[in-house]
Structure formats: C-alpha cells, structure tokens
C-alpha cells in the first residue's frame, strides 16, 4: 500500500469544481468522482479538511444591484448547500462525514469548534467547511487558508480547473509557461491568480506550502495527498 506523505491536510474545492460540465448546481457524477479520490486519501489515514465554495449557486458579487455584504451573505449559504450535498455522497460510498459551519445553522450542521474538528479527524472523521469565514469580505479561499493556520494542516491543496499556475493566463496567452515551483512571496508580488492575497499572506506567514493542480482528473487529489509532484508547488 502506498503511503501518504502528509498527516493534516486542507483541501479547497471551488463551487464550479462540483458543478461538472453542466455549469452550474451539483453534479452528482462529478462529485462522486471527486469523493472517490477523497476516500482513497482518508484510507492511507489522511486526516482531511474540506472547504467549499458556492460559485455553482451563487455569484451575486458580479451583480451591483445587490449590497456586497448581503450578497456574501447568501454566497456564505451556497457553500453550505455544496458542503452538505458533498457529505451525502462521501457518507453514500463508506466515508465518515461531519459539517462544520462557521454560521449557526444548528439544525443542519454542528458550528465549528477547533477542539471538535481535531476530535474528529482524531477519529478518522472527514469534515466540511461550510458558510466560509463567516463574514462579508472574505473569500472561501481566505477561509481555507485560515483553516489550514488553525488546524495546523501539513499543507493546502487548492483543486483548479488548470493543472498549476502559469506565469501568465494560459486561456489567453499561447507562450504561457507552466511553473513547477514558486516562492510565497511570488504571489504577493506577482500577478500569479492562485490565492486572493489575504489568503497567500496568510500561507506565507504561518509558512503552508500549497499545492495547486488539475481537478479535471479527480485522481489527483489522491495523488496529491500521497506527495506526487503534480500541478504547481507553493513554498519556501
């Protein structure tokens, strides 16, 4: 059996990752495909942290007729929609699941606790984040930054639909240069779309590397629990 090189990690995975070639909402087949890869992971005992956007619900940035604050408000409740369909399909295939969410919705979902969430990765227990940070302003990858701070992850993955950062977007330009490894600093100081810049400060000063790579063979999230030099490396 193969082993995995890392005890704690957290996975970010965007809302557009789940919603498959459709587009937009959930596509079952596409996160079950995902959950698969996540519970081959969780077997090699990786203690594993999930958080979820809401870009498959929810885009009400993009509108000016709406106050941001509000908009983020029902943005923070798409990711909760995303985190509790995701933990019906990892518990339908054998996972142990547990929601954690940063808004108290009670009834659904246990409110995060540090404390808690390491009880049940001590246990084997997969968790989802859901609602983000918690507040307007922030983005879903901010959120995922700060869990991997908090709960002390050996590092952050970061599932994109491009296989790792390009020195320049590949979507526009032919000439674009896939990079193998980069600096923390060379996404605060370049113009390199892999975390919004709370998030990147955050990795660089808690020093969390992050691995960016190609969800569209969701495989790799299992390889990249196991180490493999996939997609693009964050460190120092």
Same mark, same amino acid.
């Given at each position: ?23 937009? #909402?959930?596509?079952? %087949?596409?996160? &079950? ?7 081959? +992971? =969780?077997? !090699?005992?990786?203690? *594993? ?82 609602? #983000?940070?918690?507040? %307007?302003?922030? &983005? ?7 869990? +991997? =701070?908090? !709960?002390?992850?050996? *590092? ?81």
């Amino acid at each position: 059996m193969p082993e995995n090189k890392y005890k704690r990690v957290i996975l970010k995975l965007s809302g557009e990752a789940l919603a498959g070639e459709q587009k937009t #909402g959930f596509h079952l %087949p596409t996160a &079950t495909a995902i959950c698969e890869s996540i519970k081959k +992971a =969780a077997a !090699l005992g990786v203690e *594993i942290g999930i958080v979820v956007g809401g870009g498959n619900f929810w885009r009400g940035r993009s509108s000016q007729y709406m106050d941001t604050v509000r908009a983020d408000h029902i943005g923070m409740l798409a990711t909760a929609m995303n985190a509790i369909a995701l933990a019906d399909v990892l518990e339908s295939i054998g996972c142990e699941v547990r929601v954690q969410t940063t808004l108290p919705i009670t009834a659904i979902a246990e409110p995060y606790i540090w404390q808690k969430t390491l009880r049940h990765f001590a246990k084997g227990r997969i968790v989802i984040f859901g609602c #983000g940070v918690g507040r %307007p302003y922030y &983005t879903t990858d901010s959120a995922a930054a700060l869990q +991997a =701070a908090e !709960l002390s992850a050996d *590092i952050l993955l970061k599932a994109t639909m491009v296989d790792g950062v390009y020195d320049k977007d590949p979507n526009v330009f032919d000439d674009a240069v896939k990079l193998k490894e980069i600096r923390h600093i060379d996404m605060l100081t370049g113009e390199l779309a892999v975390l919004d810049g709370t998030a990147a400060a955050m990795c660089r000063e808690r020093k969390i590397p992050i691995r960016v790579f190609n969800l569209q063979d969701p495989d790799n999230i299992y390889r990249a629990c196991l180490g493999e030099d996939i997609g693009t490396l964050v460190n120092d």
